[in-house]
């Protein structure tokens, strides 16, 4: 697993105008080939009508499938602008598609490539981009005469509270870096005076906002 990587926020749609022609652009996560396919088809349901529906997806730790399709406009003008923009951003495990609605205008080669370029550059923009940053979930227990002390101090540290409950002791579990678990356990052995007790819980994925990629 990585131990970090960007992908799309979430699902979204943005749509632009370029000489009369509507562009709408579609995005949205995928782990697999599978989930890729069935998100365009999706939009190509949904915009059965519309004179294109072009696509391209990246999925995988070192981008091993990769796809553009540019689904009857001229060979390479719409679905490889699309991967490139991708590939451009550094995201993995997401799926693009646009779909174009023809205004009467035509292009040309240089200007389809710069409408679907923009058309995925501005649906990442609106969607946002998260950083998903492997984490180690640690599992502890303390006496409650160390609980303030323990919250004061994770919000300096690079730490972050997961969850917690309150028993006999209190337990809480908490999201360490992968690679960071000894370093944590000191941490919190010092804060505690050596009282609690450390275990290693999964390890999953937490997700943080970017503001600009």
């Given at each position: 697993?990585?131990?970090?990587?960007?992908?799309?926020?979430?699902?979204?749609?943005?749509?632009?105008?370029i000489q009369k022609s509507r562009f709408i652009a579609y995005i949205g996560r995928a782990e697999s080939e599978e989930e890729a396919q069935a998100f365009i088809q999706s939009i190509k349901k949904k915009h059965y009508d519309a004179t294109h529906n072009c696509s391209a997806y990246l999925i995988g730790e070192n981008n091993e499938i990769q796809k553009a399709n540019d689904d009857g406009e001229p060979n390479g003008t719409a679905g490889i602008p699309i991967l490139e923009v991708l590939k451009k951003r550094g995201l993995k495990d997401t799926v693009v598609v646009v779909t174009r609605y023809f205004g009467g205008i035509k292009l040309g080669t240089g200007g389809l490539i710069r409408a679907y370029g923009s058309a995925a550059s501005e649906v990442i923009r609106t969607v946002g981009v998260v950083k998903r940053v492997l984490m180690q979930i640690m599992h502890t227990a303390f006496d409650y005469s160390y609980l303030g002390k323990i919250e004061n101090e994770l919000h300096n540290s690079p730490y972050e509270k997961k969850e917690i409950r309150y028993f006999e002791h209190v337990e809480m579990d908490i999201y360490v870096e992968s690679g960071n678990q000894e370093t944590f356990a000191e941490w919190i052995t010092n804060l505690t005076n050596g009282e609690a007790e450390i275990g290693s819980g999964d390890v999953e994925y937490l997700e943080k906002e970017i503001n600009k990629l």
């Open positions: 697993m990585l131990s970090s990587y960007y992908t799309v926020k979430q699902p979204g749609t943005h749509e632009i105008y």
